[in-house]
């Protein structure tokens, strides 16, 4: 095997491991993408060859690359940015594929890369590669240009923010689907009292409908979220089942194949605490749906 070939080789070995890392950073599949490619190039013209710990290696300099990417995406921000949902992880509801697996460990849903978007750069990489990835603040205190202990307490933050505003689901699927069948079941009905009596009464619905788009809105309160679902009860026949990042969620397409929306659904003790939705037609069309199809 030729040098070059090695390198690649022993690239590979990190790339799923490195997309997962870029995927939590930046909340884009086509980012992280293009910020595993650029750690490749960087990784391509560095020797390397005294690095006892590639992964925590690579795992680093994929950092900086994303650090870097969501500064740069800050800077050209003219005015706040309006709410814009994650890129979706779209499964079958029969299971997730072995990648897909990877990309989701650690339960990667899109109320939690919600939250994480609320958070400034640093704050952003420090959470994300001590608490998800186990990297030593004193290797992520340089990235940042800050101290060890000043880098613990970003991730601190950070932590109690993603701890206060996006709350684990619960692991049974089975118990997650009940819940979001019978809101659909009572969205088509028009059934405003068993909407309600499925949503927690602190629950919250964020959709994005696309720059400048009436349909991007954040709404709280299980009797406010109630009669925006019985508005659109008439588009719950066409809910098709799939797991949205790992939880209980649907793809709604009308008959004849327009892509409506897609929305995850987080469900706590049998309660429904958090629906996210995307409905911005233009990344509606761009999404793989095919995996619905098997």
Excluded at 128 to 144: E, R, S, T
């Amino acid at each position: 095997m030729d040098e070059s070939a090695e390198l690649i080789l022993r690239f590979e070995e990190h790339r799923t491991h490195l997309r997962a890392v870029a995927y939590r950073m930046l909340g884009s599949l086509s980012e992280a993408d293009d910020a595993v490619q650029e750690t490749w190039l960087r990784f391509n013209r560095t020797d390397t060859s005294d690095v006892e710990n590639l992964a925590g290696w690579l795992t680093t300099v994929a950092g900086r690359v994303c650090l870097n990417m969501l500064r740069s995406r800050e800077s050209r921000r003219e005015e706040p940015l309006e709410l814009r949902m994650p890129d979706p992880v779209i499964s079958h509801e029969g299971g997730i594929d072995p990648e897909q697996e990877a990309l989701l460990a650690d339960s990667v849903g899109l109320a939690l890369l919600v939250v994480l978007d609320s958070l400034s750069p640093a704050e952003r990489l420090a959470f994300v590669l001590h608490d998800m990835f186990a990297v030593p603040f004193d290797a992520i205190a340089p990235l940042i240009e800050r101290t060890p202990a000043t880098t613990r307490q970003l991730a601190s933050r950070a932590r109690r923010r993603v701890q206060g505003q996006a709350p684990v689901p619960d692991p049974d699927l089975s118990r997650q689907r009940v819940a979001v069948d019978a809101f659909f079941a009572a969205a088509r009905d028009g059934d405003f009292d068993a909407l309600v009596s499925v949503l927690d009464p602190d629950v919250v619905l964020r959709s994005d409908g696309g720059v400048g788009h009436s349909l991007s809105v954040v709404l709280h309160s299980a009797r406010t979220v109630a009669s925006q679902a019985v508005t659109f009860g008439k588009l719950s026949p066409f809910a098709r089942p799939a797991l949205i990042n790992g939880i209980a969620g649907a793809a709604v397409v009308d008959t004849h194949g327009q892509r409506i929306s897609v929305m995850a659904f987080t469900v706590v003790d049998g309660k429904i605490v958090a629906i996210d939705v995307l409905s911005d037609p233009d990344r509606l069309r761009a999404l793989d749906l095919s995996a619905l199809d098997r």
